[in-house]
């Protein structure tokens, strides 16, 4: 069946669609956590710089 | 808040769960329909994402409002990410839809009422996708809840405009009448069922993702001022 | 009494430094003619061509001509920065809007009678006959595209790329008034009957009110800073 390879190409075409958005989405979200983990980070080094000094 | 999150996961798990089933019906319980053969299995990505495309962009239509009227940014944000996942599905629907036609009817495009002002729809969100990344931020929420309102209007007498001049030409294809029996109609059910679940699995990520984002921002802005305020103490205490 | 005034001090604002250079004028004048003569290049030898065919080519020389003539609405406004002091008068936004409007819809119209001239020369088109419903339809259609450009215009006046935005933004939403005017305008070039048109003209008019009531419930938003 000839027609066979376009069903094969429309769907595996919505997957990638739907999977490269979803990755782009994952890959913001592990910035994201990087950068709060950052935040965490120099909170904590002023907290104790803080209490180093006073 | 906390209710809303701990159902999330499930949620999740059932979007996989109906994606899966949906697969299962396409391929082994539908049967395989007469004229088109198997090619017209591909209706069943096609019909859900057209459908989801156009909610998506109904549903800035009422955010873009929402936000003008109550200028709370959680509709901006509501209405941008649902643009997104608009473009996405809206663009699953262009290149399904061609796909399917090419050995069906042996024309890659036809100026269809329905596919020509679903492109045209495609061209005005993605024209509001470019419109927020070139206006400044203090009118980005403004000017593309303005957007969001014409754009949706624009649809309805954009698809009248285009039936009326196409009905003066001749057209190839009549009518995508397909004879659905009762095996078909459910598969299309599942289906349906399963990419909406994944349509706001999809956007409700979205929508957390730019939440999350102007959280952080938030935190930024209060510890650069934190910062110098310490920074200016620590050289006091010098 | 008021709104008129205000009105017209604006309109009469943005004629007057216009005449001082003639500028828009001038230059969109000369580019619907560049237009009219590069689709004699693009579609090969220009005698033949279908009514529809020309209808479809004048009125891209007024939707692209009149884009450039858009641009420039708010651009000067803001490039002079008289925008802020428009905005602190005490004027209705919608105010701004119609006079911004108005005048562009004029200038627009300038340039389209001069192409039209230009346009029965170069393609041979008999326009004397049918005057009346072609302007009708030359009134509606370009109302329907200035309308949709001015909001556009100011909405993308503070963008950085703001020409190519404004292109971008405004012609999917303009699709129904394109349609609607080339249709009615071949069937008219053709000698077809009024009646013909009827239909396109009411797509357009329903443009025209339904865009007109959007921007009155929402340039205020536009011009918020």
């Known amino acids: ?54 | 808040m906390k209710r809303t999150q701990t159902l999330w996961i499930p949620f999740q798990l059932l979007t996989y769960v109906l994606m899966l089933a949906a697969l299962y019906a396409i391929f082994f319980f539908a049967p395989v329909e007469k004229t088109m053969g198997v090619i017209q299995k591909i209706f069943y990505i096609h019909v859900p994402a057209a459908f989801l495309a156009y909610l998506a962009f109904f549903i800035t239509f009422m955010a873009s409002i929402l936000y003008l009227y109550r200028k709370d940014s959680k509709w901006d944000t509501v209405a941008h990410c649902a643009v997104e996942t608009g473009v996405i599905f809206c663009t699953i629907v262009l290149i399904t839809g061609p796909i399917w036609a090419k050995p069906v009817w042996n024309v890659w495009w036809t100026w269809d009422p329905r596919l020509t002002t679903t492109l045209i729809l495609w061209f005005t969100y993605v024209a509001y996708l470019m419109l927020r990344r070139s206006v400044k931020e203090n009118q980005r929420a403004n000017l593309s809840a303005v957007f969001g309102i014409i754009g949706f209007i624009n649809v309805p007498i954009t698809f009248f405009s285009i039936r009326l001049w196409r009905t003066i030409h001749p057209v190839i294809i009549t009518s995508r009448g397909i004879n659905m029996s009762w095996p078909m109609k459910l598969s299309l059910l599942i289906t349906f069922i399963a990419f909406c679940f994944l349509f706001f699995s999809v956007l409700i990520s979205r929508i957390r993702l730019e939440q999350l984002k102007m959280r952080i921002e938030e935190i930024n802005d209060t510890m650069d001022d934190m910062n110098i305020g310490l920074a200016q103490k620590l050289v006091k205490g010098i | ?225």
């Open chain 3, 1 to 225: 009494m008021k709104f008129v005034h205000q009105l017209e001090a604006i309109i009469w604002k943005d004629f007057i430094s216009e005449f001082r250079t003639k500028e828009m004028i001038l230059s969109m004048c000369l580019f619907s003619f560049l237009v009219l003569i590069i689709f004699n290049f693009a579609f090969g030898s220009s005698i033949n061509l279908d009514r529809g065919m020309i209808a479809g080519i004048l009125w891209v020389a007024f939707v692209f001509s009149g884009l450039t003539g858009l641009g420039r609405s708010f651009n000067l406004e803001r490039d002079r920065g008289t925008l802020q002091g428009l905005i602190l008068c005490p004027v209705s936004p919608w105010t701004i809007f119609l006079a911004k409007l108005i005048g562009v819809f004029l200038f627009t119209t300038v340039m389209e009678i001069f192409t039209i001239f230009i346009f029965s020369v170069l393609y041979n088109a008999t326009v004397l006959p049918f005057l009346v419903p072609l302007g009708l339809i030359v009134f509606l259609g370009t109302l329907g595209f200035t309308a949709i450009g001015t909001i556009f215009s100011a909405i993308s006046a503070t963008a950085k790329a703001r020409d190519v935005l404004l292109s971008i933004l405004f012609f999917p939403i303009s699709v129904p008034v394109i349609i609607a005017s080339v249709k009615s305008t071949a069937i008219i070039l053709n000698g077809k009957s009024f009646q013909m048109i009827f239909p396109w003209l009411k797509i357009l008019v329903a443009f025209d009110l339904i865009f007109l009531l959007v921007s009155y419930l929402t340039f205020a938003y536009i011009l918020e800073e």
């Open chain 1, 1 to 54: 069946m000839d027609n066979s390879i376009y069903l094969f190409a429309a769907f595996s075409i919505t997957w990638t669609v739907i999977f490269l958005y979803i990755f782009r989405l994952f890959r913001s979200q592990k910035a994201l956590n990087s950068q709060i983990n950052e935040i965490k980070k120099t909170l904590q080094e002023n907290i104790e710089m803080k209490e180093r000094h006073s």
